[in-house]
């Protein structure tokens, strides 16, 4: 178990550039879950997978945000077009069964700045 | 709607004294509620939940919060607090009959001071 990894861990681009983050799971972990905090604020979700299979998306993931997990395994999230607004930490989460006693394990995160 | 409010952005205490981290919430369905400790540059780490069943709930690290439904509250409670505690707290909660969509309180970052 080598916990859940995000790539990079840091990124920093200019308004208008589009950005791609990596989440690798722990490996028998079927759902996985991508949130976003921005400085002084909890983590706000984002969207949730099951499997390869995207369930849910949060309203806060405009347009611009697309999310993919092509395997069930690893998964994306790209912004297009990046905004100012879009600077934040990027946080992923994955667990290996639902209900009551689901427990997520979170990445350490990507930290984006958009200048 | 939910929601979770913690009281206090930030809380320093000095070590070995106790420490109590207030958590409010609102929510017109039934919850569980979490707390999540993040140390600096590193993920989130669950240090208790509450689901149902006794109202006191034990942790890791020897962290204990009390779920109150009529005061809406689960503050999480250290009776004596290490240098190794300083990190940021968040109270979170989840409605029982969601997807697993937490929301997280805006946190609260303990200090323990030497």
């Known amino acids: 178990d080598t916990g859940v990894s995000q790539d990079p861990r840091h990124k920093i681009t200019k308004r208008g550039q589009n950005v791609t983050f990596r989440c690798d799971p722990i490996s028998e972990h079927n759902r996985l879950y991508w949130y976003r905090q921005t400085l002084g604020q909890g983590p706000e979700f984002l969207t949730y997978f099951q499997n390869e299979a995207q369930l849910e998306k949060s309203r806060l993931l405009s347009d611009r945000f697309s999310a993919e997990r092509p395997k069930g395994s690893f998964s994306t999230l790209e912004i297009q077009r990046t905004e100012q607004g879009d600077s934040a930490m990027y946080l992923c989460?994955?667990?290996?069964?639902?209900?009551?006693?689901?427990?997520?394990?979170f990445g350490s995160g990507t930290q984006l700045s958009v200048l | 709607a939910q929601s979770v409010t913690q009281l206090d952005s930030q809380v320093p205490v000095f070590e070995e004294a106790p420490v109590e981290l207030r958590c409010n919430y609102s929510?017109?369905?039934?919850?569980?509620l979490f707390w999540y400790v993040q140390y600096p540059n590193q993920g989130l780490q669950l240090l208790l939940k509450?689901?149902?069943?006794?109202?006191l709930v034990k942790g890791i690290n020897g962290f204990e919060a009390e779920f109150n439904k009529s005061q809406t509250s689960f503050h999480l409670r250290k009776p004596s607090v290490h240098i190794s505690d300083t990190a940021e707290y968040f109270c979170a909660l989840v409605t029982s009959g969601s997807a697993r969509q937490l929301t997280f309180g805006s946190g609260t970052q303990l200090t323990v001071l030497p």
């Open positions: 929510s017109s369905v039934s919850v569980y």
């Open positions: 509450y689901l149902s069943g006794s109202t």
């Open positions: 989460a994955s667990s290996s069964q639902g209900g009551a006693r689901e427990k997520l394990f």
